[in-house]
């Protein structure tokens, strides 16, 4: 309990100091948020009176403070841009995010897996030259490279753009984020693959694996029951990074494929200098890293539990 409990107050402290550094930060920009809402030909007056009802007439600590009160309550402000809630703006974009990394992992492990498994178990030349060229490729070619082979294949098949939301129509939402998905799983995958085989190569030559081999167990049940298991914990660590990743907004690929995710947001925002919906970002940046962060560890433990206990 003590192990997950200093877990939950180290994420908390985590986003205490986000917070506090991206309010420090904004403070110290040249712009002023009422011209940007008002335009640069307003009125002294005009700006006088936004800068009262936004609050900037108050001291930084007290401005803090309030922004820190309303993030309790889930306000977190209204965007320049849209005229909405910051809060409504990223929660719609989640769903969308959210879509494209639980896809791109599901096709990461179903590709990843297996295949690191099978590689492991056939050694022989050719086997080494597949995964040596393949995980280069995953290493090299960036996912929107890969987007865009992706559309000039398939374009014909499957649409690239014109998102459909799930609720709307599901079978249109599956095949709409089928290729920025597998854009981004298969790169992904090459590496799980990598990761999979050196890991359950180290695992074969230690001394547990020896004394099973001794007491007749076969080799499937050994790799079922134990190398397997001891080898997903470093390759947990790379999936953890990759969702934090496409959680945080796979920029690029969204605008690639026209998805209205937080990646669309993100760049829209800073684009157009939306500094509540920045500012309402970075923060929810910084909790998926955490939280992601904080869910590996969690599997550490169960995976293994002498994580825990040291």
Not at 42 to 47: H, Q, R
Not at 268 to 272: L, N, Q
């Given at each position: 309990?003590?192990?997950?409990?200093?877990?939950?107050?180290?994420?908390?402290?985590?986003?205490?100091?986000?917070?506090?550094?991206?309010?420090?930060?904004?403070?110290?920009?040249?712009e002023n948020p009422a011209e940007i809402i008002l335009g640069v030909d307003?009125?002294?007056?005009?700006?006088k009176a936004l800068e009262k009802e936004l609050g900037l007439d108050k001291s930084a600590s007290q401005r803090y403070l309030n922004w820190i009160k309303n993030l309790m309550s889930g306000d977190?402000?209204?965007?320049?841009?849209?005229?909405?809630?910051?809060?409504?703006?990223i929660a719609n974009s989640f769903r969308v995010t959210f879509g494209l990394a639980a896809m791109s992992l599901f096709f990461t492990v179903l590709i990843g897996l297996?295949?690191?498994?099978?590689?492991?178990?056939?050694?022989?030349?050719?086997?080494?030259?597949?995964?040596?060229?393949?995980?280069?490729?995953?290493?090299?070619?960036?996912?929107?490279?890969?987007?865009?082979?992706?559309?000039?294949?398939?374009?014909k098949i499957l649409p690239s753009m014109n998102y459909v939301p799930f609720s709307v129509n599901p079978l249109e939402y599956f095949k709409t984020m089928l290729l920025p998905s597998l854009a981004l799983a298969l790169g992904s995958s090459a590496i799980l693959m990598r990761y999979i085989k050196v890991c359950?190569?180290?695992?074969?030559?230690?001394?547990?694996?020896?004394?099973?081999?001794?007491?007749?167990?076969?080799?499937?049940?050994?790799?079922k029951r134990h190398i397997l298991r001891n080898s997903l914990i470093p390759s947990i660590t790379?999936?953890?990074?990759?969702?934090?990743?496409?959680?945080?907004?796979?920029i690029i690929i969204e605008n690639v494929f026209s998805l209205p995710g937080i990646g669309k947001l993100v760049s829209?925002?800073?684009?157009?200098r939306d500094l509540p919906l920045i500012q309402g970002l970075v923060l929810y940046l910084a909790f998926i890293v955490v939280f992601c962060n904080f869910l590996v560890d969690t599997i550490y433990s169960i995976i293994d539990p002498r994580i825990r206990l040291k």
């Open positions: 309990m003590n192990y997950y409990l200093r877990k939950i107050i180290g994420l908390f402290a985590t986003l205490f100091l986000v917070s506090l550094t991206t309010f420090l930060v904004f403070q110290f920009l040249p307003a009125e002294p007056e005009e700006i977190m402000g209204k965007s320049y841009r849209y005229h909405q809630d910051v809060a409504k703006l297996p295949m690191g498994i099978y590689i492991s178990k056939k050694h022989n030349k050719f086997t080494e030259i597949f995964l040596s060229v393949v995980t280069q490729i995953g290493y090299s070619v960036p996912s929107f490279c890969m987007g865009i082979l992706l559309i000039t294949a398939f374009s359950i190569d180290e695992e074969k030559n230690k001394d547990y694996v020896r004394t099973a081999q001794s007491k007749g167990i076969s080799d499937k049940k050994i790799l790379m999936l953890g990074m990759l969702v934090a990743d496409i959680l945080g907004g796979s829209v925002s800073i684009s157009t």
